[in-house]
């Protein structure tokens, strides 16, 4: 079974506008992580923002949120105020705990394009 | 913050022949980098974690013996795709853990094209 999925292959945005990323998660462990990375043409992965599975709050990082519905194993990322610069290939990750250490798992991506 | 620095950036190669990537971590030690494989238009997959001073771990499917790690110091870890052939052509990242240890840098990545 897949331990990350992005249902949202490519996905359109309005510039200013906000865009809701999905992401939800497989994992028997009771400590793990959650990333979501930003992957622009040039192929760098630039980290975004990181939810542990016991922080309480959901994680804010500037213009981008994470809505960690933990019962229904859900990371989904939320990008306020779309500008062009966004646009780019988003992975959702995770970290398992124990032996795993910091190994992520990424999901298949969604490619978000922000349309002037 | 942080920084991974991946050299080269790009490289196109013979078949047969060898490359090494160079992963280096700036201004952290990290005990710990971990090398991906991307295809066109795909997720990251993890080939191994190279654990400095000892073997590197490589992930199921991946041939230890094509992809050689090499993590001889706290800032360094090597990738060499021996013997390429041009199904190896691929994006190749390394990543590494920094004080945060749950906080990963990605270097910026290496094109490999094996003609």
């Known amino acids: 079974a897949q331990k990350i999925t992005q249902t949202q292959p490519g996905m359109f945005v309005q510039e200013k506008e906000a865009v809701t990323l999905d992401c939800t998660y497989d994992?028997?462990?009771?400590?793990?992580?959650l990333f979501w990375y930003k992957q622009p043409s040039s192929g760098e992965m630039i980290f975004l923002i990181y939810q542990g599975s016991y922080d309480e709050q959901n994680a804010t990082e500037g213009r981008y949120s994470l809505n960690f519905q933990k019962a229904r194993k859900s990371a989904n990322l939320v990008i306020s105020a779309s500008q062009l610069g966004d646009s780019a290939m988003y992975f959702c990750?995770?970290?398992?705990?124990?032996?795993?250490?910091?190994?992520?798992?990424f999901g298949g991506g969604t490619r978000v394009l922000v349309k002037p | 913050g942080a920084v991974v620095s991946q050299h080269p950036s790009w490289v196109i190669c013979k078949s047969g022949t060898s490359v090494k990537i160079e992963c280096r971590s700036l201004d952290f030690q990290a005990t710990t980098m971990f090398w991906y494989r991307q295809f066109p238009k795909q997720s990251l997959m993890l080939m191994a974690t190279s654990n400095e001073g000892s073997k590197a771990t490589y992930e199921q499917g991946v041939e230890k013996d094509k992809f050689l790690i090499n993590h001889a110091s706290l800032t360094l870890s090597t990738l060499t795709v021996t013997s390429a052939h041009p199904e190896d052509s691929s994006f190749y990242i390394c990543?590494?853990?920094?004080?945060?240890?749950?906080?990963?840098?990605f270097g910026s990545g290496t094109q490999l094209s094996v003609l």
């Open positions: 990750a995770m970290r398992e705990g124990g032996a795993a250490g910091n190994k992520l798992t």
């Open positions: 994992t028997s462990d009771q400590s793990y992580g």
């Open positions: 990543s590494a853990a920094g004080r945060l240890k749950w906080k990963l840098f």
